[in-house]
Protein backbone atom coordinates (compact mmCIF):
# COMPACT_ATOMS: atom_id res chain seq x y z
CA UNK A 1 0.00 0.00 0.00
CA UNK A 2 2.46 2.08 0.83
CA UNK A 3 4.57 1.78 -2.73
CA UNK A 4 0.95 2.51 -4.32
CA UNK A 5 0.77 6.05 -2.40
CA UNK A 6 4.24 6.81 -3.03
CA UNK A 7 3.76 5.48 -6.99
CA UNK A 8 0.51 8.04 -7.13
CA UNK A 9 2.28 10.61 -5.23
CA UNK A 10 4.78 10.64 -7.48
CA UNK A 11 2.72 10.39 -10.57
CA UNK A 12 0.91 13.54 -9.40
CA UNK A 13 3.81 15.64 -9.31
CA UNK A 14 5.35 14.75 -12.65
CA UNK A 15 2.37 15.29 -13.79
CA UNK A 16 1.96 18.66 -13.02
CA UNK A 17 5.65 19.87 -13.84
CA UNK A 18 4.99 18.25 -17.06
CA UNK A 19 1.53 18.62 -18.37
CA UNK A 20 2.29 20.79 -20.84
CA UNK A 21 5.12 19.36 -22.38
CA UNK A 22 4.88 18.38 -26.34
CA UNK A 23 7.49 15.70 -27.72
CA UNK A 24 8.35 15.41 -31.07
CA UNK A 25 7.88 12.87 -32.18
CA UNK A 26 6.35 11.36 -28.31
CA UNK A 27 9.95 10.78 -27.60
CA UNK A 28 10.66 12.19 -24.11
CA UNK A 29 14.35 13.82 -22.79
CA UNK A 30 13.16 14.28 -19.49
CA UNK A 31 16.01 13.38 -16.95
CA UNK A 32 16.07 9.59 -16.15
CA UNK A 33 15.72 10.29 -12.42
CA UNK A 34 12.12 10.93 -13.67
CA UNK A 35 11.55 7.26 -14.25
CA UNK A 36 8.25 6.17 -13.97
CA UNK A 37 7.62 1.93 -13.67
CA UNK A 38 4.39 -0.21 -14.26
CA UNK A 39 3.58 -3.54 -14.03
CA UNK A 40 1.97 -4.97 -16.20
CA UNK A 41 -0.02 -8.44 -15.60
CA UNK A 42 -1.10 -10.99 -18.79
CA UNK A 43 -3.80 -13.42 -19.41
CA UNK A 44 -0.79 -15.58 -21.43
CA UNK A 45 1.64 -17.36 -20.63
CA UNK A 46 5.64 -15.84 -20.17
CA UNK A 47 7.03 -15.20 -24.06
CA UNK A 48 3.85 -16.99 -25.39
CA UNK A 49 3.78 -16.18 -28.99
CA UNK A 50 2.48 -13.39 -30.82
CA UNK A 51 -0.04 -12.41 -27.48
CA UNK A 52 2.50 -12.89 -24.83
CA UNK A 53 5.21 -11.44 -27.23
CA UNK A 54 2.85 -8.66 -28.27
CA UNK A 55 2.63 -7.62 -24.36
CA UNK A 56 6.33 -7.45 -24.39
CA UNK A 57 6.08 -5.72 -27.59
CA UNK A 58 3.78 -2.77 -25.82
CA UNK A 59 6.60 -2.69 -23.07
CA UNK A 60 9.32 -2.18 -25.11
CA UNK A 61 7.97 0.61 -27.18
CA UNK A 62 6.63 2.96 -24.27
CA UNK A 63 10.32 2.95 -22.98
CA UNK A 64 11.59 3.65 -26.30
CA UNK A 65 9.20 5.98 -26.83
CA UNK A 66 9.17 8.15 -23.41
CA UNK A 67 12.52 7.69 -23.68
CA UNK A 68 13.25 5.84 -20.79
CA UNK A 69 10.68 7.98 -18.92
CA UNK A 70 8.37 5.25 -18.61
CA UNK A 71 9.67 1.58 -17.56
CA UNK A 72 6.87 -1.37 -18.07
CA UNK A 73 7.68 -5.03 -16.52
CA UNK A 74 5.73 -7.63 -18.26
CA UNK A 75 4.61 -10.78 -15.62
CA UNK A 76 2.86 -13.78 -17.33
CA UNK A 77 -0.19 -15.48 -16.12
CA UNK A 78 0.17 -16.60 -13.34
CA UNK A 79 3.53 -14.87 -11.90
CA UNK A 80 1.58 -11.96 -9.92
CA UNK A 81 -2.80 -13.06 -10.68
CA UNK A 82 -4.03 -15.62 -12.21
CA UNK A 83 -4.62 -15.41 -16.34
CA UNK A 84 -8.67 -14.85 -15.80
CA UNK A 85 -7.96 -11.68 -12.65
CA UNK A 86 -6.47 -9.27 -14.92
CA UNK A 87 -9.23 -7.12 -15.04
CA UNK A 88 -9.35 -7.40 -11.07
CA UNK A 89 -5.84 -6.74 -10.53
CA UNK A 90 -5.73 -3.72 -12.57
CA UNK A 91 -9.38 -1.99 -11.92
CA UNK A 92 -7.69 -2.55 -7.75
CA UNK A 93 -4.47 -0.84 -8.47
CA UNK A 94 -2.83 -4.37 -7.89
CA UNK A 95 -0.62 -3.44 -11.43
CA UNK A 96 -0.99 -0.43 -13.31
CA UNK A 97 -1.52 -2.01 -16.67
CA UNK A 98 -2.98 -5.28 -17.93
CA UNK A 99 -2.81 -7.52 -21.43
CA UNK A 100 -5.91 -10.03 -22.08
CA UNK A 101 -9.39 -10.07 -23.93
CA UNK A 102 -12.29 -8.22 -23.09
CA UNK A 103 -14.60 -11.49 -23.32
CA UNK A 104 -13.43 -12.93 -20.48
CA UNK A 105 -14.87 -10.31 -18.09
CA UNK A 106 -18.47 -11.01 -19.17
CA UNK A 107 -19.26 -11.43 -14.89
CA UNK A 108 -18.49 -7.96 -14.36
CA UNK A 109 -19.10 -6.14 -17.67
CA UNK A 110 -21.38 -7.84 -20.25
CA UNK A 111 -21.09 -4.98 -22.71
CA UNK A 112 -17.17 -5.47 -22.79
CA UNK A 113 -17.67 -8.86 -25.03
CA UNK A 114 -18.09 -6.29 -27.85
CA UNK A 115 -14.98 -5.02 -27.44
CA UNK A 116 -12.95 -8.26 -28.35
CA UNK A 117 -15.15 -10.20 -30.88
CA UNK A 118 -18.61 -10.42 -32.22
CA UNK A 119 -19.91 -13.44 -33.73
CA UNK A 120 -20.61 -12.52 -37.37
CA UNK A 121 -19.50 -9.64 -37.00
CA UNK A 122 -16.75 -7.03 -38.08
CA UNK A 123 -12.99 -7.99 -39.99
CA UNK A 124 -9.89 -6.49 -38.28
CA UNK A 125 -10.04 -3.59 -40.88
CA UNK A 126 -13.66 -2.65 -39.60
CA UNK A 127 -13.18 -3.03 -36.33
CA UNK A 128 -10.16 -0.38 -36.17
CA UNK A 129 -11.93 2.05 -38.20
CA UNK A 130 -14.72 1.71 -35.44
CA UNK A 131 -12.59 2.11 -32.47
CA UNK A 132 -10.58 4.93 -34.31
CA UNK A 133 -13.13 6.99 -36.57
CA UNK A 134 -16.46 5.75 -35.59
CA UNK A 135 -16.75 6.40 -31.80
CA UNK A 136 -16.16 2.76 -30.37
CA UNK A 137 -12.83 3.97 -28.32
CA UNK A 138 -15.70 6.54 -26.86
CA UNK A 139 -17.88 3.59 -26.14
CA UNK A 140 -15.11 1.46 -24.76
CA UNK A 141 -13.31 4.36 -22.64
CA UNK A 142 -17.27 4.70 -20.99
CA UNK A 143 -17.53 1.25 -20.03
CA UNK A 144 -14.73 1.17 -17.92
CA UNK A 145 -14.35 4.32 -16.55
CA UNK A 146 -16.84 2.79 -14.07
CA UNK A 147 -14.45 -0.06 -12.91
CA UNK A 148 -11.84 2.50 -13.09
CA UNK A 149 -9.91 1.39 -16.09
CA UNK A 150 -9.00 2.59 -19.49
CA UNK A 151 -8.97 0.25 -22.27
CA UNK A 152 -7.28 -0.21 -25.66
CA UNK A 153 -6.77 -1.95 -28.16
CA UNK A 154 -3.22 -3.37 -28.32
CA UNK A 155 -3.37 -6.28 -31.00
CA UNK A 156 -5.59 -8.07 -33.48
CA UNK A 157 -5.74 -11.50 -34.23
CA UNK A 158 -7.28 -11.28 -37.73
CA UNK A 159 -9.79 -13.57 -38.69
CA UNK A 160 -9.64 -16.65 -36.38
CA UNK A 161 -10.12 -20.50 -36.89
CA UNK A 162 -13.71 -22.38 -35.54
CA UNK A 163 -11.34 -24.87 -33.32
CA UNK A 164 -9.77 -27.82 -33.22
CA UNK A 165 -12.35 -31.25 -32.97
CA UNK A 166 -11.43 -34.88 -32.32
CA UNK A 167 -14.01 -36.12 -34.97
CA UNK A 168 -15.85 -34.97 -37.81
CA UNK A 169 -18.83 -32.90 -37.81
CA UNK A 170 -21.00 -33.73 -40.80
CA UNK A 171 -24.03 -31.96 -39.36
CA UNK A 172 -25.74 -30.21 -36.78
CA UNK A 173 -26.56 -33.37 -35.32
CA UNK A 174 -22.40 -34.51 -34.53
CA UNK A 175 -22.46 -31.20 -32.36
CA UNK A 176 -24.81 -32.34 -29.55
CA UNK A 177 -22.85 -33.08 -26.74
CA UNK A 178 -19.72 -31.86 -26.84
CA UNK A 179 -17.33 -30.20 -24.53
CA UNK A 180 -16.08 -26.89 -26.06
CA UNK A 181 -13.57 -24.46 -25.13
CA UNK A 182 -15.33 -21.20 -26.46
CA UNK A 183 -15.12 -17.68 -24.36
CA UNK A 184 -18.00 -14.93 -25.06
CA UNK A 185 -20.49 -14.65 -26.98
CA UNK A 186 -19.90 -17.28 -29.30
CA UNK A 187 -19.63 -19.71 -26.36
CA UNK A 188 -22.93 -18.82 -25.58
CA UNK A 189 -24.27 -19.25 -29.07
CA UNK A 190 -22.84 -22.92 -29.13
CA UNK A 191 -24.60 -23.29 -25.83
CA UNK A 192 -28.05 -22.69 -27.95
CA UNK A 193 -27.33 -25.43 -30.42
CA UNK A 194 -26.63 -28.32 -27.83
CA UNK A 195 -22.95 -27.83 -26.97
CA UNK A 196 -21.38 -27.66 -23.29
CA UNK A 197 -18.89 -24.77 -23.79
CA UNK A 198 -16.06 -23.75 -20.88
CA UNK A 199 -13.95 -21.02 -20.69
CA UNK A 200 -10.86 -21.84 -19.60
CA UNK A 201 -7.21 -20.13 -19.70
CA UNK A 202 -5.58 -20.99 -22.89
CA UNK A 203 -2.53 -22.82 -21.30
CA UNK A 204 -5.08 -25.88 -20.01
CA UNK A 205 -6.49 -26.82 -22.90
CA UNK A 206 -3.79 -29.35 -24.26
CA UNK A 207 -4.71 -31.47 -20.82
CA UNK A 208 -8.16 -30.52 -21.05
CA UNK A 209 -8.11 -31.69 -24.70
CA UNK A 210 -5.76 -34.79 -23.87
CA UNK A 211 -8.01 -36.04 -20.78
CA UNK A 212 -11.23 -36.04 -21.95
CA UNK A 213 -12.68 -32.53 -20.07
CA UNK A 214 -13.13 -30.92 -23.69
CA UNK A 215 -14.00 -33.08 -26.92
CA UNK A 216 -12.66 -29.62 -29.07
CA UNK A 217 -11.25 -26.20 -28.46
CA UNK A 218 -11.23 -23.04 -29.87
CA UNK A 219 -8.03 -21.19 -29.41
CA UNK A 220 -6.80 -18.60 -31.70
CA UNK A 221 -5.53 -19.33 -35.33
CA UNK A 222 -2.62 -21.38 -36.55
CA UNK A 223 0.57 -19.48 -35.30
CA UNK A 224 -0.62 -20.44 -31.59
CA UNK A 225 -2.31 -23.49 -31.94
CA UNK A 226 0.68 -25.11 -33.42
CA UNK A 227 2.59 -23.70 -30.37
CA UNK A 228 0.61 -25.15 -27.90
CA UNK A 229 0.76 -28.66 -30.07
CA UNK A 230 -3.31 -28.92 -30.50
CA UNK A 231 -2.80 -30.77 -33.62
CA UNK A 232 -1.40 -33.64 -31.29
CA UNK A 233 -4.69 -33.75 -29.49
CA UNK A 234 -7.40 -33.25 -32.11
CA UNK A 235 -7.03 -34.38 -36.17
CA UNK A 236 -10.02 -32.03 -37.25
CA UNK A 237 -9.02 -27.89 -37.52
CA UNK A 238 -12.52 -26.02 -39.06
CA UNK A 239 -12.30 -22.80 -40.78
CA UNK A 240 -15.60 -20.96 -40.63
CA UNK A 241 -14.49 -18.20 -38.65
CA UNK A 242 -17.87 -17.15 -37.90
CA UNK A 243 -16.85 -17.23 -34.18
CA UNK A 244 -14.16 -14.50 -34.12
CA UNK A 245 -14.01 -12.87 -37.48
CA UNK A 246 -11.85 -9.84 -35.58
CA UNK A 247 -10.32 -10.69 -32.14
CA UNK A 248 -8.90 -6.90 -30.47
CA UNK A 249 -6.17 -7.76 -27.78
CA UNK A 250 -6.77 -5.78 -24.88
CA UNK A 251 -4.61 -3.00 -23.13
CA UNK A 252 -6.02 -1.70 -19.85
CA UNK A 253 -4.70 0.97 -17.40
CA UNK A 254 -5.83 1.84 -14.02
CA UNK A 255 -7.43 4.91 -14.36
CA UNK A 256 -5.94 6.39 -11.58
CA UNK A 257 -2.45 5.73 -12.96
CA UNK A 258 -3.07 7.10 -15.79
CA UNK A 259 -4.88 9.95 -14.85
CA UNK A 260 -1.65 10.73 -13.23
CA UNK A 261 0.32 10.98 -16.14
CA UNK A 262 1.52 13.89 -17.72
CA UNK A 263 -0.24 14.76 -21.22
CA UNK A 264 3.02 13.76 -23.11
CA UNK A 265 3.28 10.60 -21.58
CA UNK A 266 -0.30 9.68 -21.81
CA UNK A 267 0.16 10.22 -25.91
CA UNK A 268 3.38 7.87 -25.84
CA UNK A 269 1.48 5.27 -23.99
CA UNK A 270 -1.68 6.08 -26.67
CA UNK A 271 0.72 5.52 -29.95
CA UNK A 272 2.57 2.64 -28.32
CA UNK A 273 -0.89 1.12 -28.09
CA UNK A 274 -2.00 1.89 -31.87
CA UNK A 275 1.55 0.98 -33.38
CA UNK A 276 1.57 -2.28 -31.39
CA UNK A 277 -2.11 -2.93 -32.57
CA UNK A 278 -0.87 -2.76 -36.19
CA UNK A 279 2.30 -4.84 -35.60
CA UNK A 280 0.59 -7.97 -34.17
CA UNK A 281 -2.02 -8.07 -36.74
CA UNK A 282 0.78 -7.97 -39.77
CA UNK A 283 2.59 -10.75 -37.67
CA UNK A 284 -0.36 -13.08 -37.50
CA UNK A 285 -1.17 -12.62 -41.33
CA UNK A 286 2.46 -13.82 -41.61
CA UNK A 287 2.94 -16.49 -39.51
CA UNK A 288 -0.21 -18.09 -39.57
CA UNK A 289 0.20 -18.86 -43.12
CA UNK A 290 3.41 -20.64 -42.22
CA UNK A 291 2.25 -22.08 -39.43
CA UNK A 292 -0.71 -23.55 -41.85
CA UNK A 293 1.07 -25.09 -44.16
CA UNK A 294 3.37 -26.16 -41.21
CA UNK A 295 0.22 -28.05 -39.93
CA UNK A 296 -1.39 -29.90 -42.93
CA UNK A 297 2.15 -31.16 -44.76
CA UNK A 298 4.21 -31.75 -41.74
CA UNK A 299 1.49 -33.22 -39.54
CA UNK A 300 -1.24 -34.17 -41.55
CA UNK A 301 -3.72 -31.80 -39.89
CA UNK A 302 -7.54 -32.25 -41.99
CA UNK A 303 -9.04 -28.88 -42.42
CA UNK A 304 -12.62 -28.55 -42.58
CA UNK A 305 -15.21 -26.20 -42.86
CA UNK A 306 -18.55 -26.15 -40.65
CA UNK A 307 -22.07 -27.88 -42.64
CA UNK A 308 -24.17 -25.79 -43.79
CA UNK A 309 -26.77 -26.53 -41.18
CA UNK A 310 -24.35 -26.05 -38.65
CA UNK A 311 -23.85 -22.65 -40.07
CA UNK A 312 -27.17 -21.72 -40.02
CA UNK A 313 -27.86 -22.58 -36.79
CA UNK A 314 -24.87 -20.72 -35.17
CA UNK A 315 -25.96 -17.55 -37.00
CA UNK A 316 -29.49 -18.20 -35.75
CA UNK A 317 -28.49 -18.86 -31.91
CA UNK A 318 -26.05 -15.51 -32.30
CA UNK A 319 -28.78 -13.24 -32.81
CA UNK A 320 -30.56 -14.72 -30.23
CA UNK A 321 -27.90 -14.70 -27.88
CA UNK A 322 -27.16 -11.15 -28.42
CA UNK A 323 -30.62 -9.99 -28.29
CA UNK A 324 -31.27 -11.16 -25.14
CA UNK A 325 -28.16 -9.45 -23.63
CA UNK A 326 -29.31 -6.07 -25.24
CA UNK A 327 -32.64 -6.65 -23.53
CA UNK A 328 -31.34 -7.16 -20.36
CA UNK A 329 -28.55 -4.60 -20.21
CA UNK A 330 -28.74 -0.83 -21.61
CA UNK A 331 -24.74 -0.45 -21.90
CA UNK A 332 -24.60 -3.77 -24.17
CA UNK A 333 -27.78 -1.98 -26.10
CA UNK A 334 -25.74 1.22 -26.48
CA UNK A 335 -22.87 -0.17 -27.67
CA UNK A 336 -24.11 -3.54 -29.84
CA UNK A 337 -26.49 -0.57 -31.56
CA UNK A 338 -23.55 1.31 -32.32
CA UNK A 339 -21.59 -1.73 -33.36
CA UNK A 340 -24.36 -2.51 -35.63
CA UNK A 341 -25.17 0.66 -37.17
CA UNK A 342 -20.98 0.50 -38.09
CA UNK A 343 -20.68 -2.78 -39.32
CA UNK A 344 -23.55 -2.21 -41.83
CA UNK A 345 -22.36 1.74 -42.85
CA UNK A 346 -18.50 0.34 -43.44
CA UNK A 347 -19.70 -3.44 -44.91
CA UNK A 348 -21.21 -1.23 -47.97
CA UNK A 349 -17.59 -1.07 -49.18
CA UNK A 350 -16.26 -3.83 -47.87
CA UNK A 351 -18.26 -6.46 -50.07
CA UNK A 352 -17.80 -4.12 -52.97
CA UNK A 353 -13.92 -3.66 -52.43
CA UNK A 354 -12.38 -6.38 -50.55
CA UNK A 355 -14.77 -9.40 -51.25
CA UNK A 356 -15.20 -8.88 -54.89
CA UNK A 357 -11.71 -8.45 -55.32
CA UNK A 358 -11.01 -11.46 -52.94
CA UNK A 359 -13.49 -13.83 -55.13
CA UNK A 360 -11.99 -12.78 -57.89
CA UNK A 361 -8.62 -13.55 -57.31
CA UNK A 362 -9.24 -16.81 -56.01
CA UNK A 363 -10.57 -17.84 -59.48
CA UNK A 364 -8.35 -16.29 -61.52
CA UNK A 365 -4.94 -16.42 -59.64
CA UNK A 366 -5.25 -19.59 -57.08
Not at 119 to 126: D, L
Not at 127 to 133: E, I, P, Q
Not at 166 to 184: A, F, N, T, V, W
Request: aromatic letters at 10%; charged letters at 20%; proline letters at 3%.
Amino acid sequence: MERRNFLKTSLKTLGAGTAGAVAAPFVSTASAQETITWNMVTSWPKNFPALGTGANDLAERIERMSGGRMRVKVHGAGELVPALEVFDAVSAGTAEMGHSASYYWRGKAAAAQFFTAVPFGMTATETNAWLYYGGGQALWDELYAEHNLKPFAVGNTGTQMAGWFKKEIHSLDDMQGLKLRLPGLAGEAMNGIGVTTLTIPGSEIFTSMETGVLDAADWVGPYNDLAFGLHQVADYYYTSAWNEPSAILEGTVNLEAWNALPDDLKAVVTEACRASNLAMLSEFAFRNAEALRTLVDDHGVKLRRFPDDVMAALHESSGQVIQRQVENDEASKRIFEAYRDFQQRVSAFTGIGELDYLKSREALVG
